[in-house]
């Protein structure tokens, strides 16, 4: 069973950046394909971005391409995400991933963190 905790959440203000982590159990980064999902309230999850398991490609969704960063320390076994120039359109919870194929889609991700909470205010 693949466990993954996510860390760095946190109320910042339009501009600012924080570093979310998710820390997983095992060799999870290099076994696994990485995700970032978030969802805000009355939404429904969307992909943010992914991190391929062999060759560290990355993917990105159109809203955080070019403000948002994945990475990935496999002998820490731990995925990245580095988020600047936030907008408030950015709350949500955030939730880190691990799955077969590195796809956009919820559904193709089988393990998932509790989550953190990303706050941005105006």
């Known amino acids: 069973q693949v466990q993954s905790v996510e860390s760095g959440g946190g109320l910042v203000q339009a501009g600012g950046s924080l570093r979310l982590s998710c820390a997983a159990s095992?060799?999870?980064?290099?076994?696994?394909?990485m995700g970032w999902f978030r969802q805000a309230p009355g939404k429904e999850r969307e992909f943010v971005a992914a991190v391929t398991r062999s060759f560290g490609n990355t993917y990105y969704a159109d809203s955080v391409k070019g403000r948002f960063t994945i990475s990935k320390d496999n002998a820490k076994n731990t995925v990245y995400l580095q988020m600047n120039s936030l907008k408030p359109e950015d709350t949500a919870v955030y939730y880190c991933?691990?799955?077969?194929?590195?796809?956009?889609?919820?559904?193709?991700?089988?393990?998932w963190g509790q989550g953190t909470q990303v706050t941005v205010s105006s």
């Open positions: 991933a691990a799955g077969p194929r590195p796809t956009r889609s919820p559904d193709d991700y089988h393990y």
């Open positions: 095992g060799r999870t980064s290099s076994t696994y394909h």
